[in-house]
């Protein structure tokens, strides 16, 4: 397992744009598949970004596809995840994840997937 260290979270509002940020304690993360989880309470946690680690292909929910871009820094030894025309159903606690034999594809994210995972950021879009 890695430790992951999310930031960038905060207050947005409707329309606005934030960008988090995952960096690893003690790892390079280009050689793992890293994504976005989020959760608010009493509902599961979504898989909504997710970046590979051998060709950089991305796969995103379709609540998120056009509005968030994942991207990955190989010489910050970081990945982003940058979000635009948010909405107020995108308030929720997002998670960094990560995993070195994860391949993400079009069908969707599994929490079980990644075994690295972050504290959480909490993102509040409100007006």
């Known amino acids: 397992e890695v430790q992951l260290v999310e930031s960038g979270g905060g207050l947005a509002q409707p329309g606005g744009s934030l960008r988090l940020s995952c960096a690893p304690s003690?790892?390079?993360?280009?050689?793992?598949?890293a994504g976005w989880f989020r959760q608010v309470p009493g509902k599961e946690r979504e898989g909504v970004s997710c970046?590979?680690?051998?060709?950089?292909?991305?796969y995103y929910s379709d609540t998120v596809k056009g509005r968030f871009t994942i991207s990955r820094d190989a010489a910050k030894n970081t990945v982003y995840t940058q979000m635009n025309s948010l909405k107020p159903e995108d308030t929720a606690v997002y998670y960094c994840?990560?995993?070195?034999?994860?391949?993400?594809?079009?069908?969707?994210?599994?929490?079980?997937?990644?075994?690295?995972w972050g504290q959480g950021t909490q993102v509040t879009v409100s007006s």
């Open positions: 994840a990560a995993d070195p034999m994860l391949y993400c594809a079009d069908d969707g994210m599994s929490e079980g997937d990644f075994t690295s």
């Open positions: 003690g790892a390079t993360l280009r050689y793992y598949a």
């Open positions: 970046i590979n680690r051998s060709d950089g292909t991305t």
